[in-house]
């Protein structure tokens, strides 16, 4: 049995528990807050962020964006750590997500936890 399951936004294909839980994980970093119609306040910060100079300062500024996202929409994950990989002239940012994942955290279940890295990659 699995703990949560859902549809490969890429594929159509089922996707289940640490699947899903990245596929979730990239969706609420990418999509910016407001852009969603009936649900204005989901996503991060970090969309409008793209443009800015990666200094120390904005760096910093995306990480709490990514960090304040999960712990806001993704009960399953906690983001503990990140780094920026890839940041070009052609708007694309990748980062790596280090962090807990707790398989049953959406049912309020944190009793078991797993240590996971998810990998965003997008272009804005």
Not at 49 to 59: E, G, H, P, S, W
Not at 63 to 83: C, H, L, Q
């Amino acid at each position: 049995m699995t703990d949560s399951a859902g549809i490969s936004a890429v594929t159509g294909r089922p996707l289940t528990d640490w699947e899903h839980t990245q596929q979730s994980v990239g969706k609420i970093v990418q999509t910016a807050i407001g852009s969603r119609v009936m649900h204005r306040d989901f996503g991060s910060g970090l969309p409008d962020l793209v443009d800015t100079k990666m200094i120390r300062q904005n760096i910093l500024a995306a990480y709490s964006a990514v960090a304040a996202a999960i712990e806001k929409w993704e009960p399953r994950y906690r983001m503990r750590r990140g780094s920026v990989t890839t940041v070009d002239a052609d708007g694309r940012i990748a980062m790596i997500i280090q962090g807990t994942y707790f398989p049953r955290g959406h049912l309020s279940d944190y009793s078991v936890a797993e240590d996971k890295t998810a990998r965003v990659a997008f272009t804005i």
